[in-house]
T-cell receptor
Framework: NAGVTQTPKFQVLKTGQSMTLQCAQD?????MYWYRQDPGMGLRLIYY???????DKGEVPNGYNVSRLNKREFSLRLESAAPSQTSVYFC??????????????FGEGSWLTVV | GENVEQHPSTLSVQEGDSAVIKCTYS??????FPWYKQELGKGPQLIID?????GEKKDQRIAVTLNKTAKHFSLHITETQPEDSAVYFC????????????FGSGTRLLVRP
C-alpha cells in the first residue's frame, strides 16, 4: 500500500525554468493538496482539490498552477521558478475535505532548490 | 483569518520525562485540532486529534487537552522515548465551507537517552 507517492524527491532548477511535481494516491480519496514547508513557518497550503474536476487556491498560490488529472493524480507546476520557491513540497490526500475531521495523509516530500 | 502559534520551537528532554507542546489559535470558530509528527526525511503523520466538544483525549502515552475559553490546546507526551524525537505540528480548522487546516510553525523534540 503506497499511500501518497510524489516525484521527484529532489530537484535543482535554475531561475526561470519550469517543472512539474507529480503526485498520486491509491487510497481512493476525493481531496488532494499541495503544501510547502519552510523553516520556522510550518506547512502552508498552496492549492487544493476538493474533488475530481475542481481546484482552489490556498494560502500561497502565487507562482504555481495545479491540475487534477483524475481522481488519483494531482500535479503542481512551477512555470518560471524563483529562488523564493526553494522549499520542501508535500502532496497530501484525504477522504473528504481537510479539517472536517478527516485524516490527511502526506507523501514523503519533494526537495526543490532554485538557484 | 485563523492564526496558530506554537511553542516552544525546540524542546529537549531526558528519556522518561514528559514533554508538553502548546498552541494557541485566533479564530474562536475553530473546532478541529489535529497534531502531526514528522520524522526526519518523512511527511507529517497524524498522531492524535481533538474536537471542540471534548476537553481531553488520550492515546497511550500521548494526550491532547483543549481550553476553548483561552483558545489554546496542548500535546502531552509521557515517558518519552528516543523514538519520540521528531518535529511536531499542531493545526486548527473550523467547520465552514473552507475546512482549511492552518498549521503551527512546529516544535523540534529531542529525547536524550
Amino acid at each position: 500500500n503506497a499511500g501518497v507517492t510524489q516525484t521527484p524527491k529532489f530537484q535543482v532548477l535554475k531561475t526561470g525554468q519550469s517543472m512539474t511535481l507529480q503526485c498520486a494516491q491509491d487510497m481512493n480519496h476525493n481531496s488532494m493538496y499541495w503544501y510547502r514547508q519552510d523553516p520556522g513557518m510550518g506547512l502552508r497550503l498552496i492549492y487544493y482539490s476538493a474533488s475530481e474536476g475542481t481546484t482552489d487556491k490556498g494560502e500561497v498560490p502565487n507562482g504555481y498552477n495545479v491540475s487534477r488529472l483524475n481522481k488519483r493524480e494531482f500535479s503542481l507546476r512551477l512555470e518560471s521558478a524563483a529562488p523564493s520557491q526553494t522549499s520542501v513540497y508535500f502532496c497530501a490526500s484525504s477522504e473528504r475535505e481537510q479539517g472536517a475531521g478527516n485524516t490527511i495523509y502526506f507523501g514523503e516530500g519533494s526537495w526543490l532548490t532554485v538557484v | 483569518g485563523e492564526n496558530v502559534e506554537q511553542h516552544p520551537s525546540t524542546l529537549s528532554v531526558q528519556e522518561g520525562d514528559s514533554a508538553v507542546i502548546k498552541c494557541t489559535y485566533s479564530d474562536s470558530a475553530s473546532n478541529y485540532f489535529p497534531w502531526y509528527k514528522q520524522e526526519l526525511g518523512k511527511g507529517p503523520q497524524l498522531i492524535i486529534d481533538i474536537r471542540s466538544n471534548v476537553g481531553e483525549k488520550k492515546d497511550q502515552r500521548i494526550a491532547v487537552t483543549l481550553n476553548k475559553t483561552a483558545k489554546h490546546f496542548s500535546l502531552h507526551i509521557t515517558e518519552t522515548q528516543p523514538e519520540d524525537s521528531a518535529v511536531y505540528f499542531c493545526a486548527a480548522s473550523k467547520a465552514d465551507s473552507s475546512y482549511k487546516l492552518i498549521f503551527g510553525s512546529g516544535t523540534r523534540l529531542l529525547v536524550r537517552p
